[in-house]
């Protein structure tokens, strides 16, 4: 069996050693993330079986929890692991041409800074979902986030260090929210294994039990970007490149998700607290689609889409049932594959054109055909038509809703579908300016528009493969996503299992 910390160390380990290999060739530090990805995808693959059978639980140090550190490698962690390498292999694919294009454009040559970060990135994002030590979190979550702060920052360009300095500075803030709470929790309890902490979590008072979980899904919540802490990411997708938006859209906010979730599902247990979560997440996917309808700039456009999207994986969450939690998941999956894809699928089209604007990429579907294909499955994806993968995972989401047989959590659905509305008004314009308008009149720059390298190409070709693959027999995430629900609505089981 492949022993879980691999997925932890092997990007880890080629990370660091991207300077070694830059001494023995420059092209070969371009694959470097593709293999630390491959191997990750690979080894999660083969693990899906024996987790769905039982967890693993990976003890470190020689010693049992609570007083080692634990990995717990369960059905949400091995989604997660899933998909983080998944996307992390076909952007790594797209970066090859990519960044390269891009380090010209800017005079930035330092392609393994680039890489080194992009792999440490994946690496704490990895961490941060198998961990079952809480100050592990932390620091992988660290991990994860100065890389982001430094990609952001990567073209070196005024507009991209402003918006990694404003991330740095909300992003600082959100940590410091956790250190603390971490510290308290640490000091009631004398332990750091989150199995343990959700074991005795109820000997403390509400009051005592609400400053730490505020403070805790505060600064995650600021890298998953509910609202009102979403303020650094459009600024943040419009200066990064692409393929780093995409990891960003596809990637770290769901890893913020996934935090909160772990933290008021496993280490409180708080049903008390689902409802705000709901609340929260309807006001957050509300004003995220009404931003991203305002916006004349893709890119922007695409962040706020993001907002709104993790605003409406929160609201399944809160629903707090089985079938609301695994259609949330499942709406995850589908922000993955879809937004991935929408950011790579924009990543060429924005370098041809040299512009951000919408009106930019006027009439580009005839000289960019695949790549404005692609724009257009992930968008009627993400809008939840079928044959594509949004469909059953929303269908999923509004089941789950009605199945309450309340007439608040009706009219809540109806939000939703509003939401939905608004989506579905701001990606039809995009289209339209694809296909049924008239390229610019410059000649010169409408000679310079060609299609997307084949090395941009094949992750798209995946992607929407995928999408349509998923969204015509749904059936094959319906046993990795009920039980990754149950995982996270028993908590008694997850306690037993790691101090057993």
Known sequence: MVNPILLIAVPLGL???????????????????????????????????????KPIIVKLGGFPPPFCINLFVGPVGILFSCLIALIGLLVSIYAIRYIGAQGKQSNVGQEERYHMLYLLLLAGATGVVLTGDIFNLFVFYEILCISSYALV??????????????????GSIGSSFILISIAFLYGQFGTLNMADIAQNINSLTSVQVFFPLILLVTGFGIEATIFPLNAWLPDAHSSAPSTISAILSGIAIEIGIYAIARVVFTL??????????????????????????????????????????????????????????AGGLFQLIT???SKALLFLATGFMIYRTGSMEITSLQGIGRKMP???????????SLIGLPPFIGFPSKLMIVFSVLLKQNVLYTVFIVIVLIGTVIEGAYFFKVIQ????KELPTQESSDAQIQEAPLAALIPMVILMALIISIGVYPKIMTGILNSAASEFLDRVAYIKLVLK
């Open 433 to 436: 300016a694809l296909y049924f």
């Open 15 to 53: 990370a660091f050693s991207i300077p070694l290999f830059g001494f023995v060739s420059k092209k070969i530090v371009k694959l470097i993330p593709i293999v630390g990805m491959l191997f990750n995808l690979i080894a999660s693959l083969i693990l899906i079986p024996k987790v769905l059978n």
């Open 370 to 380: 695949l790549s404005s294909l692609a724009f257009t499955i992930g968008a009627f």
């Open 335 to 337: 922000h993955v594959l």
């Open 153 to 170: 920052a990567y073209l070196g360009d005024k507009p991209g260090v402003e918006s990694a300095s404003k991330y740095l500075i909300q």
């Open 268 to 325: 409180f247990g708080a049903q008390d607290f689902f409802l705000f979560l709901l609340m929260l997440g309807l006001l957050t996917l509300l004003l995220g689609e009404l931003s991203a309808f305002s916006q004349n700039n893709i890119k922007r456009m695409l962040a706020y889409s993001s907002a709104g999207q993790m605003g409406l994986i929160l609201f399944a969450l809160g629903v707090g049932t089985t079938e609301g939690i």
